[in-house]
């Protein structure tokens, strides 16, 4: 069985692609038990970072060294989350739940799948197919197939993008509160999220990658704390003079 | 039911301006006979038909099975071993530059002027079309699919069975719907060339002996047959596999 103590990951070097230079020398420090996030602006290569940490084929080459502190791989204990749901349109909600076991071909307890589906609010849908489910349902039975694999590092792609506001509120809420104790690098173009969410926060960008002030523990901050909204801007005009 | 009723419709008008016609132009009957003298010809040889029908039609059936196992089972290599798929594409790509029609007299110098040499050129016929329609599903699974279950650290074996086959599905119906209306095609080209029963031997027979109106209804049943065949293998395949085709 695999370690169930999250591990803390640092990556150190120069990210290129064949024609270009993405990011220079890059130092990101992603400390267990919390949410880190890579802020930046669309297109300037935050998931291909979230994909070589995954050790997942790129169209990058990375110079340096992706490490954890406990000297063990890290792409075999690490569960993606992305915008697109990713989920299996020919499964109900509960066979893509356990997709990672299938995949696996390990036994699952069912009574753990069922809390699961229980505590994402999909006991009603689970015999459902993707396609009758709502952008939210979707997103919650996404939740439900990374906790179902229960590894100790998730990477989080803009996985409230696709979403309204409404659903949103209850989406970051809910993973919040249920990724606890996990080391979470989170992806996202908005400020607003980074500042309620998360303890450190990157800054990506051509030329440099800064490391950001974020707001003091706890976390998640309500939608409507004044720090967040003063962070926020701050944030907001960084991401803007990073691009440029 | 709409669909059926247009359909109805459109060969009645067919059948009525082809009657027209004849009676107009009046050509010799066995340049082009009415459409009533091929009913009154098909009433008088039914049992001839029937006979010859059923033939054709276990030539399709055998044909049709083995067909679509085989390029099945060759899709499934040229997915999984890519030595496979570097040697046999560009032989499967080359055998489709040949004509069938052009193996079939050698089918029956081989295979005698039995069922086999039929089955045979059935099979040849379809094999193609389901194993490209297979192997394109099988390819073309989503990277992204194949990504997450890299992050799952699920096998080769596993994903292939659990993404790759039940996303290639669609297109393996396509491919094997397409079988359907090609077998026929095979198994006929087969009798014409070579035998001695089937609906292909009486349309020569009938042709020989200018018996035309006979020959035009063992082509009706031809169609007719054909048509059910696709009708009937949709509709399997539609409520077998719904859940990979609806979404």
């Known amino acids: ?71 063990l791989p890290i792409s075999n204990r690490v569960s993606y989350m992305a915008q697109n749901d990713l989920l299996i349109p020919w499964a109900t909600v509960s066979a893509n739940v356990s997709l990672g076991n299938k995949l696996r071909g390990e036994k699952f307890s069912p009574e ?52 309204d506001s409404n659903t949103r509120e209850e989406m970051i809420d809910l993973t919040f509160e249920s990724l606890k104790g996990k080391t979470v690098l989170f992806v996202t173009h908005d400020p607003h999220e980074a500042a309620r969410l998360c303890e450190s926060i990157y800054i990506l960008g051509r030329q440099k990658t800064t490391s950001n002030r974020s707001l003091k523990p706890p976390f998640p901050k309500t939608y409507s704390d004044k720090l967040v909204f003063d962070l926020q801007y701050s944030l907001l005009e960084k991401i803007k003079s990073n691009r440029s | 039911m709409k669909a059926i009723i247009y359909i109805v419709c459109t060969f009645l ?52 099975t083995i067909g679509i196992i085989l390029g099945m089972i060759t899709a499934l290599t040229l997915e ?67 990504d997450l279950a890299k992050t799952m650290r699920g096998t080769n074996r596993r994903n292939l069975l659990y993404l790759k086959i039940p996303h290639s599905i669609p297109s393996l119906c396509s491919g094997i719907k397409l079988a359907s209306v090609y077998a026929p095609i095979g198994a006929v080209i087969g009798e014409w060339v070579g035998s001695s029963q089937g609906l292909g031997y009486l349309m020569i027979l009938a042709n020989g002996r200018v018996k035309t109106d006979l020959m035009f209804a063992s082509l009706f049943t031809l169609g007719i047959l054909s048509i059910t065949l696709f009708g009937l293998i949709s509709y399997l395949l539609q409520i077998s596999l719904s859940k990979y085709l609806k979404a």
């Not at chain 2, 009676?23 to 003298?37: D, G, K, M, Q, V």
Request: proline share 6%; glycine share 6%.
């Open chain 2, 80 to 146: 999984i071993f890519v030595t496979a798929r570097l040697i046999l594409r560009p032989l499967l790509i080359f055998s489709q530059s040949i004509p069938v029609f052009a193996i079939a007299p050698l089918l029956t110098l081989w295979l005698g002027y039995g069922i086999l040499s039929k089955v045979v050129m059935a099979i040849l016929i379809i094999y193609f079309p389901v194993t490209s329609a297979f192997h394109d599903g099988l390819s073309q699974t989503p990277k992204r699919y194949l």
């Open chain 1, 1 to 71: 069985m695999m370690s169930s103590i999250s591990p803390s990951i640092e990556l150190i070097g120069s990210v290129r692609s064949e024609s270009e230079v993405l990011f220079g020398d890059l130092r990101l420090a992603v400390r267990a038990n919390q949410w880190t996030c890579l802020l930046g602006a669309s297109g300037i290569g935050k998931s291909t970072i979230l994909r070589l940490i995954a050790g997942l084929p790129t169209h990058v080459k990375l110079d340096g060294s992706i490490k954890s502190n406990d000297h």
């Open chain 1, 112 to 163: 753990k799948k069922l809390k699961i589906i229980e505590k994402v609010g999909l006991m009603d849908h689970k015999k459902k197919y993707p396609f009758q489910l709502s952008g939210g349902q979707r997103q919650r039975a996404a939740l439900a197939r990374t906790l179902m694999e229960n590894t100790p590092i998730v990477l989080l792609d803009e996985p409230f993008g696709s979403l």
């Open chain 2, 13 to 64: 008008s067919i059948f009525f301006f082809w009657e027209l016609a004849v009676r107009l132009a009046n050509p010799p009957p066995y340049i082009l006979p009415t459409p009533y003298s091929v009913l009154v010809a098909f009433k008088e040889n039914s049992q001839l038909i029937y006979e010859h029908s059923i033939v054709t039609i276990v030539e399709v059936l055998i044909g049709l």
